[in-house]
Structure formats: C-alpha cells, structure tokens
C-alpha cells in the first residue's frame, strides 16, 4: 500500500509527492521533489528560506536522505548556501562512497553537481536574530561582535518560541520500498557547526523497507542521544509492535535526566500499513500529515501527546 507521513509543516510539498507516488514514481524521488518545495517556501519558518539562522546571522542546513531497501543513506549539514539541501543529500547517496558531507566540503560538491549559490537568508530572519542578539549582548560585545566568544550566549539566547523543527517526508512507493527524507535550517541562533538529528542516520531518521520506518522532529540534542529512529526500527525487527516501539524510545527519550531537555515528535510507519505520530512533551498542539492510497485525500490529523 501507497503511504506518506510527514509534519505539518510538509503542506507546499505534500500533494506533489502524493501526486508523484499515485503516478508510480519511485518514493525516494517522489519525497525529495516534495521536500524540495517546502525548503523553498518562505512561509515556513523552521526549514529552507523560511528558516532560522545561526548565531552569527549565516544560514546551515541539515538534510538526511535513506532508502529502506538498500539502505543506502546520504546526508549533509551544516551547509551554505545550497537550495534544496534534502536533494543535495540524494546527491551524496547517489554520486559518492560517503555517507555525510558537511560544511564547505557540502557546498563544493553542491556546485560540482550543478547547485546555484543561493541568497538563503530571509530579511525578516535576518531582522529577528539581530534583534534578538541585541537583547542578550552587552554595549562591550555589540561593539566587538562577531569577534567575541559565543559560548557564553549560547544558554542565554536558546529560544524556545523559534522551534528545533524539521520537515521529515516518511513514504512508501507501489513497490513496498520505504524511505525517508529530512530536511531543517535546525535550532535558531545556534552554534555555528551545530548538527542537528536531521542528518544523522539512527537519530533523526531511519528506515528499513523489511520492518519500517522513523523520523524525528524538535529537539535532536535528545534523540541523538537515544538513537531514536533505529531503536523504534530495531523493535520492529525484534517483533514489538509500532505502538511498543514507539512506547520504547520515548521511554529511552524520559530517561534522561541532564543536558537539554525539550520536546521531541516521532513519526513513524511499519511494514504493514499502520503508522503512529506522537508528541512527546511539545507544550503546542503537534499536528501531521498523512494518506495512504485508500483515501481521497491527504488528511491533517493530531499526534497523540504524551508528557513526562
Ligand atoms: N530536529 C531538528 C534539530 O534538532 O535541528
């Protein structure tokens, strides 16, 4: 059966990839042209144009592609630049021995495989972060910035109202074939250099055409710890069902007890048709899309919440 899952925040890409899978396109490519539209869409404010930068007002994208029949797996962060960043990660899958390229590396073989250098950097982002710098910095720092340590105001400006979202595309094509892309500007006035879990196979997504499918959004500082994604694959290898796999990794995501802890939404699928949205500890109403090829259309459902 025909299936996508994603975030709520897929909307400008959900219908073209619903579109291509109901044409028979394969659901790797069928998912990235979809992402593609949402990294590309100023609206949204959590990945692409419409995203947040780093603390020095310069845009990085994470992205993280993985077929769960080959497992094959390609993924970027930290890049430049570069529109769309999920296709970028495609192009590491399909053209290099490597899994993850980062930073300049990522960007070189962006213009290598025909990527413009794009303006990625939205004015109204722009007007956000200096505002919110100048909140946090001294008259000493404003003056010295960027030469100054960030360190120091990395704790201070962590902004939860700017969230550690992501747009995570969960698919499965006509041929049973699973896959997943993700794709995020990550955490607002982040560190520059910082990973997310968006590319990072294992944390922010995973997918095994055999058993299933996981990806994560929000805070990927705690499902990189946990290896949520593959644990949630691993327990459906292991016989557990969806509802039990998913029940185990936000059991492994509670256990934690130091370091940042916020919200985490897992989206995940198995093998058989059935799929589980959950939002664990996110104080806002989490919402997702999904269809499978029995119904008219893509519907806009609410993930089950579940607090500490
Ligand atoms: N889950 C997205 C991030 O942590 O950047």
Excluded at 123 to 129: A, C, I, M
Excluded at 279 to 306: H, K
Aim: with cysteine; proline share 5%.
């Amino acid at each position: 059966m025909k299936m996508l899952l994603a975030n709520a925040e897929a909307w400008p890409g959900f219908d073209t990839t619903v579109d291509l899978l109901k044409q028979g396109g394969a659901g790797i490519d069928a998912m990235v042209s979809g992402i593609a539209r949402v990294e590309r869409e100023a609206k949204v404010r959590s990945v692409g144009y419409g995203g947040w930068p780093n603390m020095l007002g310069e845009m990085e994208f994470d992205a993280g592609v993985m077929d769960g029949t080959t497992r094959d797996v390609g993924a970027v962060g930290a890049v430049p630049a570069t529109l769309p960043v999920s296709a970028l990660a495609h192009e590491v899958m399909k053209h290099l021995p490597h899994v993850m390229l980062t930073g300049a590396g990522a960007r070189r073989f962006a213009s290598e495989r025909g990527f413009a250098l794009d303006e990625v950097l939205h004015p109204d982002s722009k007007r956000v972060w200096w505002e919110r710098l100048q909140k946090e910095m001294s008259p000493e720092q404003l003056a010295a910035f960027p030469d100054i340590a960030l360190a120091p105001l990395s704790n201070a400006i962590t902004d939860p109202e700017r969230v550690r979202d992501t747009t995570v595309f969960l698919g499965r094509d006509g041929g049973d074939n699973l896959g997943v892309v993700t794709s995020t500007s990550g955490w607002a006035w982040k560190y520059p250099g910082r990973l997310g879990d968006s590319p990072i196979p294992g944390a922010g997504f995973y997918a095994d055409s055999r058993y299933g499918a996981a990806a994560c959004t929000h805070t990927g500082e705690m499902t990189m710890r946990c290896g949520t994604s593959r644990s949630i694959v691993l327990a459906l290898r292991l016989g557990h069902s969806l509802a039990d796999a998913v029940e185990l990794a936000v059991q492994e995501l509670s256990e934690l007890k130091t370091g940042f802890l916020a919200g985490v939404v897992i989206h995940a699928m198995d093998a058989k048709g059935n799929h589980q949205v959950v939002n664990y500890r996110c104080d806002d109403e989490i919402r997702y899309w999904y269809w499978d090829e029995r119904m008219a259309a893509p519907e806009l459902r609410v993930a089950t919440a579940i607090q500490p």
